[in-house]
C-alpha cells in the first residue's frame, strides 16, 4: 500500500508544475514570444524629428524615405558627378540605424569603373550620412531596435 501511494504521489508531482519556479515559468513564456515574433519587421520606422510618431506604420515609412532622400539629394547635390558609361549607374548604401538612432554604414557597392572613376565617392556618402539629423530608432513592441537599409543612389551618366 505504501508502494502504491508513494508511486501515485511521485506521478503527481513529477507531472505538475508546483516545484517550476515562476522565474522559469516566466522565461519559457519570454522565450516562446521570442519565437513567434516577426523578426523582419518593425511596428515603428526610424523617424526623424519632424515625422509624426503618431502616424500609421506607412506614413512614418512615407515621412523617413523621403527626410533621408531629401537629405541625400542635398549632401550629394553639392558634388557634380558624371559617369562615363552606357547605362545609368547604381551605387548601393547599405547602413544600419543602431537602437540609439546612430547610423553606420556597412557597405557601398558599386561597379569597378565607379570606383576608378569616383574614388573619392565613398567618403562623400558616409560622411553623408554622418551629418544627417537626430534619427529616433525604429521600434519593436515599444523597444528600440536596430534597422538595417539599402538606399540605391543614381548617378548621372555621360
Known amino acids: 500500500m505504501q ?13 505538475c508544475n508546483l516545484f517550476e519556479s515562476k522565474e522559469q515559468r516566466t522565461q519559457d513564456l519570454v522565450n516562446e514570444e521570442l519565437r513567434q515574433m516577426d523578426w523582419n519587421s518593425v511596428d515603428s520606422y526610424p523617424l526623424f524629428l519632424d515625422c509624426d510618431e503618431t502616424a500609421l506604420k506607412e ?35 547599405i547602413f544600419v540605424i543602431d537602437a540609439e538612432g546612430k547610423i553606420s554604414v556597412v557597405d557601398i557597392r558599386k561597379d569597378a569603373s565607379i570606383m576608378k ?13 554622418k551629418n544627417i539629423p537626430q ?15 539599402k538606399l540605391p543612389v543614381q548617378l548621372n551618366t555621360k
Open 59 to 93: 506614413d512614418q515609412k512615407r515621412c523617413f524615405e523621403q527626410k533621408l532622400i531629401g537629405h541625400f539629394e542635398v549632401t550629394l547635390s553639392e558634388f557634380e558627378f558624371t559617369v562615363n558609361s552606357d547605362e545609368n549607374a547604381i551605387v548601393d548604401v
Open 117 to 129: 572613376q569616383m574614388p573619392e565617392l565613398d567618403g562623400i556618402i558616409i560622411q553623408s550620412l
Open 3 to 15: 508502494r502504491i501511494l508513494f508511486v501515485l504521489v511521485c506521478l503527481i508531482m513529477s507531472s
Open 135 to 149: 534619427i529616433a530608432p525604429a521600434l519593436k513592441r515599444g523597444i528600440p531596435v536596430s534597422t538595417k537599409f
